[in-house]
């Protein structure tokens, strides 16, 4: 079924920068909107970026500037740049094709900022 992949957390120092990756392992459909959400210890997730099967983008304005959403096909890309401690989260992947049933969520990948 659908799955995915993330890669690209760790461990970076402030100011630093990080490349999140997230592959769907089926091409049956086409996705309609992929994004990247996070979670930080204590808080609610949170929309990061999302991108659309038709190019519209949007980043949170707390990451305006400094992180990029694309795609390619199946995959989603988030270059995350000047990173800070506040971007600590677990990084969630989504895809939604705009039909039921059909959202699906990464298991997160842990990105950390810190010196």
């Known amino acids: 079924q659908v799955q995915l992949v993330e890669s690209g957390g760790g461990l970076v120092q402030p100011g630093g920068s990080l490349r999140l990756s997230c592959a769907a392992s089926?091409?049956?459909?086409?996705?309609?909107?992929m994004g990247w959400y996070r979670q930080a210890p204590g808080k609610e997730r949170e929309l990061v970026a999302f991108?659309?099967?038709?190019?519209s983008r949007n980043h949170a304005d707390s990451v305006k500037g400094r992180f990029t959403i694309s795609r390619d096909k199946n995959t989603v890309y988030l270059q995350m740049n000047s990173l800070k401690p506040e971007d600590t989260a677990i990084y969630y992947c989504?895809?939604?094709?705009?039909?039921?049933?059909?959202?699906?969520w990464g298991e997160g990948t842990q990105v950390t900022v810190s010196s």
């Open positions: 089926t091409s049956t459909f086409s996705i309609y909107k």
């Open positions: 989504n895809a939604d094709w705009g039909v039921e049933g059909m959202n699906y």
């Open positions: 991108i659309t099967s038709g190019g």
